[in-house]
């Protein structure tokens, strides 16, 4: 596959980066499609952390709201379910 970019800006921001590195232009192409790629996944990544962070939100919230008093998980199904997890 080839890439035609008839792009002026982009042009020229590529001979400046040329000129730089000394790098040839399927060399600074790629780099750049990683670089991106790389910062993609870094960005998806802080999303799977911020929906994290907002169950661990939720748990609390519910922590907070719940009796002290209430039964736990534990008691509750041994309430309900006998040893081989079938209905009282």
Do not use: C, F, H
């Given at each position: 596959?080839?890439?035609?970019?008839?792009?002026?800006?982009?042009?020229?921001?590529?001979?400046?980066i040329?000129?730089?590195?000394?790098?040839?232009?399927?060399?600074i192409?790629?780099?750049?499609?990683?670089?991106?790629?790389?910062?993609?996944?870094?960005?998806?990544?802080?999303?799977?952390e911020?929906?994290?962070?907002?169950?661990?939100?939720?748990?609390?919230?519910i922590?907070?709201?719940?009796?002290?008093?209430?039964?736990?998980?534990?008691?509750?199904m041994?309430?309900?379910?006998d040893?081989?997890?079938?209905?009282?």
């Amino acid at each position: 596959m080839s890439i035609n970019i008839k792009n002026r800006e982009a042009e020229r921001l590529l001979a400046e980066i040329k000129q730089a590195t000394g790098k040839g232009t399927s060399a600074i192409v790629l780099d750049l499609l990683r670089a991106e790629k790389e910062r993609l996944e870094r960005k998806r990544e802080l999303t799977r952390e911020e929906k994290w962070a907002r169950v661990r939100e939720i748990q609390e919230a519910i922590k907070r709201e719940t009796p002290p008093d209430a039964p736990s998980y534990e008691e509750i199904m041994d309430e309900m379910y006998d040893e081989y997890g079938l209905p009282r």
